[in-house]
């Protein structure tokens, strides 16, 4: 088990006792106050640059969701609300099994993540690719939280490695300092073809010495019924699953000067199986609409656990920051093979395979400290200066199940694989804005990391074999460039320039069975990305039409590429590829009762020049990315009844795309149709008891939300995930 060293218990302290022992006003974000202090109500404030800030000052294009958006849509996962934000994409087979990027930053099947996704101020999962980190996006109950902010483009400079996309952030409810309540939330639906899913969740937030000391817990459980069914087993609904955890914060404040976050936060997924269709690669269905076909059952599970400690203390023109964590995240997952892997040991062993399983177990554990002294907003230079150490160990233990006639296990021994690798990483940051006038400002910040791996690969069976201990080191600089104007205080314009990476390290040593040689390069390197953006941030003075439209241009260079041997991934390096696209977000409030919303994004993502590790010709399509997104939303709400009865719809549009490369041997190419879904709700409060009835994809359209052919280079299908079917449900409210 990973626990601090004792150079980061001395690290840690020392940071905890500067913190404590210095003298004199706090904010609760850790950071300075809102820029000039002139947040008004109604304004929403985020921290996109790590100090608060008005969402329409942020010289970013950034999404905030707050929590009354996502009890809007019914959500309760990533899900449910993922297709809702400009440039935002996403692969999925279930909770716990996504991969996610914006902009487009993604080969299809990418090495490591592309975003970097945060709890507050905590990163989450590995920065490295050994422990399949980049299918495990961070699937959080959506319950208890203040909002979630999406800062697209790339965050080098002040969110480090593997931000290149950008950042997906959850935002925590901070514990109430003076008030007692709690709110407690009752969800159950029905899925068209499918099983009856429900959610439950609380929460509870206790003062414990007023103005000084507060408490805030909250728990939920949430059981998706699914809608897949394997043909080949007779097993109906093999996606169902379920999503429990809970967060217990303490929050003080014993002086003006100083506060103290300590938070405790688990969460774990079980699921049967997977949530996918099975299709031919032309596009045909290979049973029911919905239906899968192979021998072997796949389940799921994910542990997650994760402590943190944030320490802000005002000495009145800075703010001095400490954020620790420790987390540890499991996860357990069979995989059928039996597609490619039972193909090659009839081909070229001559062994009477009809099933294969791998089972692969992927375990993080990570701690890391950051520290940072952010100076008094509405000054005429700002600045913030910030260091930042993690620590990973990770383990990713494969092993090949293979099964005869009758699923009669064969001794047969395919791959048992042990990697072990850890990652540590060093890193000093910081910008400066300077106002140059009260409406113009210019900010350049720059970001120094050095990072340190070894890797060890502890192997045997037919497509594998172990490896001496391997390590590489690595210094990486990103930077940033923006101006501002404020035309006023409702309109903001900006140019931006950033730079964004993604480490590299040791590759996995893979004997190729067609000739018994190595199947890749012992090493790969980082690739790099250079981002050129404006924007314009607008709304009348009186909040009744509002504006985010932002232009984009990305140069993606030495792109990290996933390359299969045998079955077996491996890791290069080759090429670019040049994004470019817009996004625009519209708001409308012709009365109090009517509220109207538009979310759209394009996006053109090709390659800059053929890449025959890619399978790509030069101008080819960059994979899962639509050309055209939208979400248009229309609420209607009569404010005038005690009853506050509610309408509303939402009406998504995604266009078509590609899964892979036209000619990539290893992870074959899919087209993905574009679809349409209409979602209606209707909402009413009686007493203390707020009601929402609510139906998604009311057409039952068969959209295919995205396809995985990572196991169809041998004639296996295509694994293509679907829009829910047709869902009504009801989700009932209390608060005190």
């Known amino acids: ?348 062993f001559g062994v009477p395979a009809q099933a294969v399983g791998i089972d692969e177990l992927a375990r993080t554990r990570k701690f890391t400290q ?91 069976g037919l497509l594998v074999t172990s490896g001496p201990r391997r390590t590489s080191k690595e210094g990486v600089t990103t930077y940033l460039a923006n101006a501002r104007y404020k035309f006023s205080r409702h309109v903001t314009a900006y140019a931006r320039f950033a730079t964004g990476y993604r480490p590299g390290g040791p590759n996995f040593l893979v004997i190729d069975p067609a000739t018994g040689l190595r199947g890749a390069p012992d090493t790969y390197a980082s690739d790099t990305l250079d981002s050129y953006e404006i924007g314009i941030k607008a709304e009348t003075a009186d909040r009744s039409f509002g504006i985010d439209l932002s232009a984009f241009y990305i140069d993606w260079k030495n792109i990290q590429l996933l390359s299969q041997v045998a079955g077996v991934s491996t890791y290069l390096n080759a090429g670019g590829a040049h994004i470019k696209g817009s996004e625009l977000t519209l708001t409308a409030r012709p009365s109090r009762r009517w509220l109207f919303s538009g979310a759209f994004a394009y996006n053109d993502g090709y390659v800059a020049e053929a890449n025959a590790a890619l399978g790509a010709r030069k101008g080819e399509r960059l994979p899962n990315t639509p050309h055209l997104t939208a979400a248009l939303n229309a609420d209607y709400r009569l404010v005038d009844s005690p009853l506050e009865p509610r309408l509303g719809a939402t009406l998504r549009y995604v266009s078509d795309r590609e899964a892979s490369f036209d000619a990539n041997p290893g992870v074959p190419q899919y087209h993905l149709p574009a679809y349409t879904s209409i979602d209606v709700r209707a909402g009413i409060t009686v007493g203390p008891v707020d009601a929402q009835l609510y139906v998604r994809n009311l057409l039952d359209v068969r959209g295919q939300l995205s396809a995985q052919t990572i196991l169809s280079s041998l004639g296996g299908p295509a694994q293509v995930t679907m829009l829910q079917p047709r869902t009504i449900g009801l989700k009932l409210t209390t608060g005190f």
């Open 1 to 348: 088990m990973l626990t601090p060293t004792a150079r980061e218990i001395r690290l840690l302290a020392i940071s905890t006792i500067a913190l404590l022992a210095a003298s004199a006003p706090a904010h609760a974000q850790g950071g300075a106050s809102p820029s000039g202090e002139d947040a008004m109500p109604g304004d929403i404030v985020v921290t996109a640059q790590k100090r608060s800030e008005r969402l329409i000052e942020a010289p970013q294009s950034v999404t905030a969701l707050a929590a009354e958006d996502l009890a809007k849509l019914a959500a309760t996962d990533f899900a449910d609300f993922a297709n809702t934000v400009p440039g935002l994409q996403f692969t999925t087979q279930g909770a716990g099994t996504s991969q996610i990027s914006l902009r487009g930053v993604t080969t299809g099947a990418d090495v490591g993540p592309t975003v970097g996704i945060y709890v507050d101020d905590v990163p989450y999962g590995s920065s490295s690719a050994f422990a399949n980190g980049v299918r495990r996006a961070l699937d959080v109950g959506l319950f208890d939280l203040d909002r979630i902010e999406v800062l697209r483009g790339p965050q080098g400079t002040l969110y480090g490695a593997s931000s290149m996309g950008g950042v997906l952030k959850y935002v925590m409810r901070t514990p109430s300092l003076s008030d007692f309540g709690g709110s407690a939330q009752l969800g159950l639906a029905d899925t068209r073809q499918g099983g009856t899913s429900y959610d439950v969740a609380a929460t509870l937030n206790a003062p414990v010495a007023r103005d000084k000391l507060a408490v805030r817990a909250s728990g939920y459980y949430s059981r998706d019924g699914g809608f897949s069914d394997n043909v080949a087993t007779g097993r109906k609904d093999v996606d169902r699953g379920k999503v429990y955890g809970g967060r217990v914060e303490l929050y003080a404040r014993p002086t003006d000067e100083l506060t103290v976050r300590l938070t405790g936060f688990a969460q774990n997924i079980r699921r049967d199986g997977n949530g996918y269709t099975a299709y031919t690669l032309a596009g045909d269905r290979i049973a029911g609409t919905l239906d899968q076909a192979h021998p072997l059952a796949e389940p799921f599970r994910n542990d997650f656990r994760l402590v943190s400690g944030t320490l802000a203390y005002d000495f009145g023109g800075a703010t001095l920051s400490s954020i620790s964590s420790y987390q540890s995240n499991k996860a357990f997952q069979t995989t059928d093979g039996s597609a490619v892997y039972a193909t090659l040991l009839n081909l070229l």
């Open 370 to 460: 950051e520290i940072r002294l952010a100076s008094e907003s509405g000054k005429p230079i700002e600045w913030l200066l910030g260091g930042f150490y993690t620590r990973e160990k990770s383990l990713l233990h494969q092993f090949g199940n293979v099964f005869g006639a009758g699923l009669a296990p064969l001794p047969v021994n395919l791959v048992d694989a042990r990697i072990r690798s850890t990652y540590r990483e060093y890193a000093l940051f910081g910008d400066v804005t300077w106002h140059l006038t009260d409406r113009f400002d210019v900010t350049g910040g720059i970001r120094y990391a050095r990072n340190k791996q070894a890797f060890e690969q502890d192997a045997a």
